[in-house]
């Protein structure tokens, strides 16, 4: 299944009347399903009321995305895939302004971005903490899918701690799958809870490659904390403690499917240390095969900082070898 990156409303009232209807007998438990379907419609309502002036609407020359406003000083936080290469940006709030907005820092290994817009009269969104997820809550997600402006969405938390890859060398380890739809244009937007606390940024769909679209339902979220994380830290200026693995080299797809090609190693980096060259052909981590670049950046992404595992190779000669590996902290990146 490929995956696409850019969240149809169930009307759960409905079916929790018709659930209640066996208990029509009594005037007072007749009334109950009513009283708590108003009560989950004033819930979104709220949720909605609580969340949309804290996502925003970032242009591009390469198109349109969403945002949340982070803090009180004019940071918002969104996908780097929809700043690109872009370092200035308009944006728009939910009540129309339009702002002029500048990079602050891009965290690529996270799909992550921070840019800065002038502060007055912005309204910062409540971020949850989403180690306390569970499958089942329910999710919204709030952002501007095909340009249409504040579009409310809503699903439920469907699975945890997936691991995703974008297809571009970037995995995202804990992604939140949702059945909130997600469309291009809520990337960078926000997945609240029920209380209207942020619990992530939508950031991918699934795609049915023989339907040739995105697959209904399925839909993908970067992890609140993971967002305050990175977030912090590229406001403070560089993102130091990233929690992600790194072997510093840059890497090549064969096209055959036989291990990753290492077109270039950093000096000074994990894998020069472990003795890796260019031209040598990356076959497994941690004893997992690594065919491609997304089975690499799959397995990189499921380890830590420090661990010491086992990578094998061939080298550019034919030879076919294997060294442990101390894994490294990424580095940091900055605007």
Aim: proline content about 5%; glycine content about 14%; overall charge neutral.
């Amino acid at each position: 299944m490929k995956k696409l990156r850019i969240p149809i409303i169930i009307l759960a009232a409905s079916a929790i009347v018709a659930v209640g209807a066996g208990f029509a007998n009594s005037e007072t438990n007749s009334a109950t399903p009513v009283s708590f379907g108003a009560a989950l419609q004033n819930a979104y309502a709220g949720v909605y009321q609580k969340v949309s002036p804290s996502v925003v609407q970032i242009e591009t020359s390469e198109g349109l995305g969403s945002g949340i406003v982070f803090d009180t000083s004019g940071d918002i936080v969104t996908n780097a895939h929809v700043v690109g290469s872009s370092k200035s940006f308009q944006v728009t709030t939910s009540a129309g302004k339009q702002l002029t907005g500048k990079l602050v820092g891009v965290f690529a290994p996270d799909d992550l971005a921070v840019i800065k817009v002038p502060a007055a009269g912005l309204h910062p969104a409540t971020f949850a903490n989403s180690d306390k997820l569970r499958i089942g809550d329910i999710a919204m997600a709030i952002g501007n899918p095909l340009g249409l402006q504040s579009s409310f969405t809503e699903g439920i938390v469907s699975a945890l701690n997936r691991s995703e890859p974008e297809g571009n060398g970037v995995v995202l380890p804990s992604a939140i799958q949702t059945s909130a739809a997600i469309n291009p244009g809520n990337s960078g937007g926000a997945l609240a809870d029920i209380s209207g606390s942020v619990i992530g940024i939508p950031t991918l769909a699934a795609a049915d490659p023989q339907l040739g679209g995105a697959a209904a339902g399925i839909g993908f979220a970067i992890p609140s904390n993971v967002v305050t994380k990175i977030a912090k830290q590229l406001v403070a200026g560089k993102v130091t403690d990233s929690g992600r693995a790194y072997l510093g080299i840059k890497i090549a797809d064969t096209g055959e499917g036989g291990g990753v090609y290492v077109t270039q190693v950093l000096a000074g980096t994990p894998a020069a240390k472990a003795g890796l060259a260019t031209g040598d052909l990356i076959t497994s981590l941690n004893g997992v095969a690594t065919p491609t670049s997304t089975e690499l950046g799959s397995v990189l992404a499921s380890l830590n900082p420090g661990q010491t595992v086992k990578i094998a190779f061939t080298t550019q000669s034919g030879v076919k070898s294997s060294t442990e590996i101390t894994l490294g902290e990424y580095p940091g990146a900055t605007g």
